[in-house]
């Protein structure tokens, strides 16, 4: 259950916000800002139409509510749970990345003497700690 | 892979001014014939999601922290404050920090469809909104994107939290 409440929760913020990001791709586009000053009502022409764009938001994060059975990952206190992989990927990728900032000297030196597969088993098990695994909001 | 054209469908459905029916399929018919164009932006994007995961992630640990969360003993509504509060705040500051990868962003999936017409550069559009514009350019939305993502990751990260908790799985 907590594997799909993950993004399920993430889904359901990003339908609240969704009126919200709206607003920054108009506020961000030259060409809509320009349209809007020459318009007649540039009120209702910010406003109109907030949610147009939801269709593909919804279609790509349906994989992650519908499908969470792509890599299954040790978390803390013995569970398994399973997630997406893209959610892993990114996960492991920022752990990985953090993990080399924090610990410059000490990795380098890893890659001349001690046995890499530990240290990346580590990465991974503190990477899937984190909630992102499970598919977040990041809208 | 599937990120990238549902962002730029979805960016160019929202600055449609009239549509009939869905605009997400109106915003498809103008992005062209080009399957290639759907992907158009997601250097940009991968570089804006993961310096923000980046700069969220450890930012979010260390204020739980900080704001005085412990490893047992949190009641549900302290736990909801504590990591609602962290998750906004490092949710905010992310995303207020991403906001110029953002914007050119925007405006390079914004210039895919037909009635944009152009193929962008991320460097040109980028010196443009500099010649232009100058640092309030590349700013352009940030306080908008920074308060409605710190509400979110707040809501989301307090909401998943608690559920941890509620569940026992902490």
């Known amino acids: 259950m907590m594997v799909k409440a993950g993004p399920a929760a993430g889904f359901t913020v990003c339908l609240a916000f969704h009126p919200f990001d709206t607003l920054k791709t108009r506020v961000q586009s030259p060409a809509f800002r320009k349209l809007a000053a020459e318009s007649t009502h540039p009120r209702k022409m910010w406003l109109r139409g907030l949610y147009q764009g939801i269709g593909p938001v919804t279609l790509a994060m349906m994989p992650g509510c519908m499908f969470t059975h792509t890599a299954p990952v040790p978390v803390g206190g013995g569970c398994t749970f399973l997630v997406s992989l893209s959610d892993l990927v990114i996960a492991v990728a920022s752990g990985c990345i953090l993990h080399i900032l924090r610990n410059l000297k000490k990795v380098s030196a890893n890659l001349c003497t001690a046995n890499p597969r530990a240290d990346n088993a580590r990465i991974l098990f503190i990477s899937s700690g984190s909630p992102w695994v499970h598919g977040g909001y990041s809208c | ?170």
């Open chain 2, 1 to 170: 892979m599937v990120a990238t054209p549902a962002e730029v469908i979805k960016q160019n459905a929202q600055v449609l001014r009239e549509t009939k029916g869905s605009s997400s399929l109106a915003a498809l018919k103008l992005i062209g014939r080009k399957p290639r164009d759907l992907w158009r932006g997601f250097a940009l994007l991968a570089g804006r999601n993961l310096p923000f995961v980046v700069i969220q992630f450890p930012l979010y640990e260390r204020l739980k922290v900080a704001f005085g969360v412990r490893e047992r003993g949190n009641g549900l509504m302290e736990t909801a404050k504590v990591t609602g509060a962290a998750g906004g705040l490092s949710g905010g500051v992310a995303a207020w920090l991403t906001t110029p990868m953002d914007v050119v962003k925007t405006i390079i999936m914004l210039g895919v469809s037909k009635r944009g017409g152009e193929r962008l550069r991320a460097a040109d559009v980028a010196k443009k909104l500099w010649r232009e514009e100058g640092v309030r350019g590349f700013w352009r939305g940030g306080a908008l994107r920074g308060i409605w993502t710190g509400a979110g990751t707040g809501l989301y990260l307090g909401v998943y939290e608690c559920t941890l908790l509620a569940m026992g799985e902490k």
